[in-house]
């Protein structure tokens, strides 16, 4: 079990960047997959980005494959996504979450932030 934390949400205009962090209080933070869902009102929640347990692979959705970037830093029990080139259907609350396995469903995550809010205006 791990506990995370989302940071560093907040309102940015279309073309703008913005990075989230997510921090883990686990002593077994490498143990796990994270990754990075955002949900907006009323539709699902939807998978964006995750990394592997050391940190050199990461895979992205195809709606944010080359705009954002995922990173995470074992020591400091910390993971980032840098989000570049905003647009609008970028807004969503955002959630980490821990696995043990690569996995793009929601379903196959154990531990979860409670999100944070980034908003993109055109």
């Known amino acids: 079990q791990v506990q995370l934390v989302e940071s560093g949400g907040g309102l940015v205009q279309a073309g703008g960047s913005l990075m989230i962090a997510c921090e883990a209080s686990g002593r077994t933070f490498s143990d796990y997959v994270i990754g990075w869902f955002r949900q907006a009102p009323g539709k699902e929640r939807e998978f964006v980005a995750y990394i592997s347990h050391s940190g050199s692979y990461t895979y992205y959705a195809d709606s944010v494959k080359g705009r954002f970037s995922m990173s995470r830093d074992n020591a400091q029990n910390t993971v980032h996504l840098q989000m570049d080139s905003l647009r609008p259907e970028d807004t969503a609350v955002y959630y980490c979450?821990?696995?043990?396995?690569?996995?793009?469903?929601?379903?196959?995550?154990?531990?979860w932030g409670q999100g944070t809010q980034v908003t993109v205006s055109s």
């Open positions: 979450a821990a696995g043990r396995r690569f996995a793009t469903s929601a379903a196959d995550y154990d531990d």
